[in-house]
């Protein structure tokens, strides 16, 4: 209560000068967030919006299945929102499963990839848009997520293939939008600011996984 109370003193002995100043600065900084919102929004504009491959792949040898447009928001990173992160995930069921209520409307969710047990990649969502997957906005703003059939107390599900596909896709991400491999920028869904998700949970080896990345990352490049 002391420092609201100094707050509100200090309000009251604010000069003239001082609230002229103090507003043309809230003006500029107006101006810098409208100009902000319109390079993220001038592409929304008729006749300006960007042309799309159907069925298009950020990831080679990577298989498109579309999700449903209800969990994911078309956009156009990193030109309006920076891409810094990469999300882990865990299913919690098989890769049918997954693939279905990422298709499902109702779901309101879905990330970007799924990687199956036996090595194999399914894109669901295009890296250039924002997915529904880490339950925070501003994470699903600058992250791409990356969902691992299995269940979390299930270490078996967490093949060898599983590990180095996904290493190999988490590093050409990294790659792409030169994102350091630490983890502090690949992190798990439990994580997540806000999250009442636990996964990938105990099982996931996060100490063979960086190593993973790292190595394929310093690798040349396939994609």
């Not at 156009?76 to 890769?95: A, E």
């Not at 399914?122 to 997915?131: F, G, S």
């Not at 180095?164 to 994580?191: F, K, N, Q, W």
Request: aromatic share 8%; glycine share 8%.
């Amino acid at each position: 209560m002391g420092a609201k109370q100094a707050s509100e003193d200090g309000d009251r002995r604010i000069g003239r000068r001082a609230l002229l100043v103090g507003g043309a600065a809230a003006a500029v900084g107006s101006a810098v967030l409208a100009r902000d919102e319109l390079a993220r929004l001038w592409w929304r504009a008729p006749g300006v919006e960007k042309p799309r491959v159907e069925g298009a792949v950020d990831f080679r040898g990577a298989r498109w299945v579309a999700a449903s447009d209800a969990n994911w928001r078309r956009a156009d990173r990193p030109d309006d929102y920076g891409v810094d992160m990469v999300v882990i995930h865990v299913t919690q069921g098989s890769f049918a499963s997954a693939v279905k209520v990422f298709q499902d409307p109702g779901h309101g969710a879905a990330a970007h990839y799924i990687v199956r047990k036996d090595g194999r990649i399914t894109q669901m969502i295009r890296e250039l848009d924002v997915a529904y997957h880490a339950g925070n906005r501003a994470y699903n703003e600058r992250s791409v997520g990356i969902e691992h059939e299995g269940f979390v107390d299930r270490p078996e599900d967490f093949t060898d293939a599983m590990y180095e596909a996904s290493a190999r896709l988490t590093a050409r991400i990294c790659a792409r939008y030169d994102i350091p491999v630490d983890r502090e920028h690949i992190i798990g869904h439990v994580e997540v600011p806000g999250t009442d998700h636990t996964d990938p949970g105990e099982h996931w080896d996060w100490k063979r996984y960086m190593q993973l990345v790292r190595r394929a990352r310093s690798a040349p490049a396939q994609v």
